[in-house]
């Protein structure tokens, strides 16, 4: 699939210390940035967690509540088929903001499992309480993210985006579950579940995305997810080409600490790791002008065609996968 990286989330409730040591040991080839899921309540904590586990942050599956399709996902209103339940709070706000502080204060990444709207609050009322302590730009050098962040307002997005908290996002949830007749809309209601997943609500608002597939979640395939984000479910709230291309490149590896501004990138001087696809016929998105279709599609311009990635259309297929210049994958 042209993967040459992952981010792993392990932690103590998912496989323990001794899975998360054997995958770092393990020579494949892809890069693996590792986040430990365990709360903590000190910088000196903070710092010692990091050096047992060698994580890149401790974030990733810190559970805040659970997910929708388990009617364990964290609301403030009750589930629409489980009038009686508003799901599950696994970290309250002062464990959320303790954690924040200290790993702020050790200028380590943190982050959680977000989904629920009142899971979202409780982070975001939390992040607020660090920004009055530390300053913006302290939070905002230390990458925080957040996983799925399905249900988030556009006051929670403007905040987020000023904070520069990293939205780690799953396009091909809305693909499987998005829509008035799916989970979403069976969980939540039709009116809700259209709320869900906003992906340009919070690009527009600056929050940096990066997308994933939360694999075996969802299938291991880039350019499914950029077609999921590009024909979202609900009209408004999917992106363009162009930006759910970044997302899941230049966008994860900034995600994953790597904010030289190359990295991800094909340009002279940057990490040779890139794949090469059979991709069929190649498209610009612009503007529906005359003008700038013409300019854009002359090589000049220097604008990217990316595949024509319709429903209809079949993805591309993986020729070869380089990483820092060594194949990792040749289709024979």
């Not at 494949?28 to 994580?55: C, K, N």
């Not at 790791?273 to 059979?278: F, G, L, P, T």
């Not at 591309?316 to 996968?321: A, E, F, K, Q």
Request: charged content about 20%; hydrophobic content about 45%; glycine content about 12%.
């Amino acid at each position: 699939h042209g993967i040459v990286a992952v981010h792993e989330c392990g932690g103590p409730d998912i496989g323990g210390l001794d899975d998360w040591q054997a995958l770092h040991a393990l020579e494949h080839g892809v890069e693996v940035t590792g986040y430990w899921g365990e709360a903590v309540q000190t910088a000196e904590q903070a710092r010692a967690l990091i050096a047992a586990t060698g994580a890149a942050g401790l974030a990733g599956d810190l559970f805040v509540d659970g997910a929708l399709g388990s009617r364990t996902a964290w609301l403030h209103e009750p589930y629409a088929d489980a009038p009686h339940s508003c799901g599950n709070s696994y970290l309250d706000t002062d464990a959320i903001t303790a954690h924040l502080l200290a790993c702020t204060e050790a200028g380590v990444t943190a982050g959680f499992h977000v989904i629920g709207d009142a899971a979202v609050a409780a982070v975001t009322d939390a992040l607020r309480l660090v920004v009055d302590r530390f300053g913006g730009p302290a939070v905002a050098r230390c990458g925080h993210r957040l996983e799925h962040l399905e249900m988030v307002s556009p006051e929670q997005a403007a905040d987020l985006g000023a904070w520069g908290v990293i939205g780690s996002v799953q396009p091909n949830f809305d693909a499987y579950w998005g829509g008035p007749d799916r989970m979403y809309a069976q969980r939540l209601g039709v009116s809700r579940a259209a709320a869900l997943n906003p992906f340009a609500l919070l690009a527009s608002q600056g929050v940096p995305l990066a997308f994933g597939s939360d694999s075996p979640v969802t299938g291991l395939n880039p350019w499914a997810g950029v077609r999921a984000a590009i024909h979202h479910r609900t009209p408004g709230s999917g992106v363009s080409a162009r930006a759910a291309f970044s997302a899941a490149t230049r966008g994860a590896w900034r995600a994953g600490g790597k904010r030289d501004g190359m990295t991800g990138t094909l340009v002279p001087g940057a990490p040779a790791s890139y794949a090469i696809w059979d991709a069929g016929e190649l498209a610009v998105a612009t503007p529906a002008t005359e003008k700038a279709e013409r300019w854009s599609t002359d090589p000049r311009s220097r604008v990217p065609a990316l595949p024509q990635l319709t429903d209809e259309a079949e993805l591309p297929r993986c020729l070869r996968t380089v990483h820092r210049g060594t194949v990792l994958f040749e289709d024979r």
